[in-house]
């Protein structure tokens, strides 16, 4: 086992050195009108977790994350939003490089983190577009068909006006680490004890500094759960850019 680990790390710091800006994706398929479902677990018979991060008013708490990504090998999911573009510009040739391997899934957020059903079905419409083509413009690639709504907040003219535009998977969750407030470690430590069960989507948050300090520690306490960390394109399927086959 420490011989296998020390080989999926030692492959993934290579990988660090590629030039991740050249990693192709192809091109970015259109979007794909349909009904939107809302998820808050996956399927649990194969021991699946997915951690997924929302926001990213913290450059260096996002940055920590993403370096993590490419250190350990695991995979997660992120849902930013482009009013943090400052955040996650910088990070846009490690990002597309992570989702080229099957480590990360990108979905879309809204640009300015509007309260969708306060906000009406057409201005949130227009929020989840110019998210999207900050996503394609960014990172070369569509959050299609992965949307998160901004507080959890959704009716019926949102999951319409977000299947016409395509996003059909929204993303809900079934256990968070509370941590859109800053939060102690211990207190993050005991919340992903506690919440980290199959198929679970777990909240996370790109916005205080001890939610990406803590991260090898949240994965190693998954593992000893025997717990599988993947994104949400492999938890729950549709994604445009195909993973590789499970570990």
């Known amino acids: 086992m420490a011989t296998h680990s020390a080989a999926r790390h030692t492959s993934a710091r290579a990988r660090t050195g590629e030039t991740l800006a050249a990693v192709g994706l192809g091109a970015i398929p259109p979007p794909r009108r349909g009904t939107a479902h809302v998820y808050s677990s996956g399927p649990t018979a194969h021991r699946e977790i997915a951690i997924t991060f929302d926001d990213g008013f913290c450059p260096a708490c996002a940055r920590r994350i993403i370096d993590y990504l490419l250190r350990s090998d695991e995979r997660a999911s992120i849902f930013p939003n482009g009013l943090y573009a400052t955040t996650w510009d910088p990070l846009a040739a490690k990002i597309r490089g992570l989702v080229a391997r099957g480590q990360l899934t990108v979905g879309n957020h809204t640009f300015h983190h509007l309260d969708a059903p306060a906000v009406g079905a057409a201005t949130f419409g227009a929020d989840l577009e110019q998210n999207e083509r900050w996503i394609e413009n960014t990172f070369g690639l569509t959050g299609r068909p992965f949307f998160r709504p901004p507080y959890g907040a959704y009716d019926s003219g949102t999951l319409a006006e977000a299947g016409a ?74 994604s445009p850019y195909h993973a590789p086959t499970r570990r």
Not at 187 to 208: D, E, S, T, V
Request: hydrophobic fraction near 45%; include cysteine.
């Open 165 to 238: 535009l395509g996003y059909t998977r929204v993303i809900m969750w079934s256990g968070t680490l509370a941590d859109s407030n800053l939060r102690t470690i211990p207190y993050l430590l005991h919340a992903i004890r506690y919440w980290a069960k199959p198929g679970a989507i777990i909240l996370c948050h790109a916005n205080y500094p001890p939610t990406s300090e803590v991260l090898p520690r949240i994965f190693a306490i998954l593992r000893h759960k025997h717990l599988r960390p993947v994104t949400l394109g492999q938890l729950l399927g549709g």
